[in-house]
């Protein structure tokens, strides 16, 4: 079994680099297919999302080549296979291969979607999308059968603001036949990043990145070339890390406004954060005032990052509350952060969290892709020798993240250990 290894209390200086966004990743790969002739997207993360990805369009016939974060898609012999099991499995964005198949074939089977366990992720949202541009859905032993005579534009208004959702429609609504409208829709900015590729595809979208979304219906699209928007929540770990062990860090490579929320977050707890125009830089921290936090969706807080800011908060004078509003149980860093004695206690979508505390090496497990990024933060902190199990979901969305650790002076490896000392739940 891999494990990270981590020997805290080094001090963390230099630069860190921020890689391709994950979560738009994960939509520009599938969307590729709905070209009729090659797509190559340039700075994509080499995490195991994009690799399971890249492997899902490789069972339907599209030709991948993939090198140095560059992957040219020729989907020109893509076929209409079914993808019940397996790979699908491995993450929740293989529910974009919903949106792309149905508007490429007018029909799909695909497994439900694997992910982060945080909660119910129901994807009811997209369903109804679907239906309300004529497709019959079915959910038959486990796989989702998606059945089409003809894609119509529809007009269809979100219950739920959802991210997954807006782009599975846009990715079926860009072939179909007039005019879609998404009402409430998301407007994360890996929305407008996939509304990019498929407008320089040949797509007609307008109002990306608003919470209303039209589409009028083309033909076909054609291939382009497309260079994806850096990860906004890796850009975010990595703030998150310099405020908490950082003797000054600058990330490279990020949006600064992309992390809004985040940077007056920091500011509210005393972190000084200097914006550049694609650098931010964090001296080392003098004192931490204890905030509460509220996740919401775009522009407001992400949920992607409260777990790894529970731990800075871990390192405030005070009590701080964070309340997750988009997920039901993400909070399971808590149990693992309790173990290197951090003292927090969940209550229902909160979790109230007391500091400054000395944080100490133990063996814990990453539940979950942002809770292990949490652990790998509390164990560049914590006094001796943390071992981090479960390492799987953290290499589905950080890329490299070993090298660009030690890169800035961290002391931490990748190791194989016997099965036998996995931690227990
Ligand atoms: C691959 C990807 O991009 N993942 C991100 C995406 O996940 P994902 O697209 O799954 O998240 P959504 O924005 O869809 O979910 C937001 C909320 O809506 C609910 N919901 C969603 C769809 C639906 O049909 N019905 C429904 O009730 C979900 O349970 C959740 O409570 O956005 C989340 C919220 O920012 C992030 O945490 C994930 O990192
Ligand atoms: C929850 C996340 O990912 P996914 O939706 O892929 O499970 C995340 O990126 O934090």
Known sequence: MDVYKIRGGKPLQGTIKVSGAKNSAVALIPASILADSPVTIEGLPEISDVFTLKALLEDIGSKVDFESGKMIIDPTETIAMPLPNGNVKKLRASYYMMGAMLGRFKH???????????????IDQHIKGFEALGAKVTNEHGAIYLRADELRGAK????????????????????????????????EPEIIDVATLLSNMGANIKGAGTNVIRIEGVEKLHGTKHTIIPDRIEAGTFMIMAATVGDGITIDNVIPFHVEALTAKLREMGVEVVEGEEQIFIPKSKSLAAVDVKTLVYPGFPTDLQQPFSVLLTQATGTSVITDTIYSARFKQIDELRRMNAEGKVEGQSVILSGPTHLQAATVRATDLRAGAALVIAGLLAEGETEIQEIKHIERGYSSLIEKLRGIGADIRKENVPEKATVKE
């Open 156 to 187: 269809i208004y979100l219950d739920v603001v959802s991210v997954g959702a807006t782009i599975n429609i846009m990715l079926a609504a860009v072939l179909a036949k007039g005019r879609t409208i998404i009402e409430n829709a998301a407007k």
């Open 108 to 122: 799909a089977a695909i497994g439900l979607p694997g992910g982060c366990h945080l909660g119910p992720r129901p």
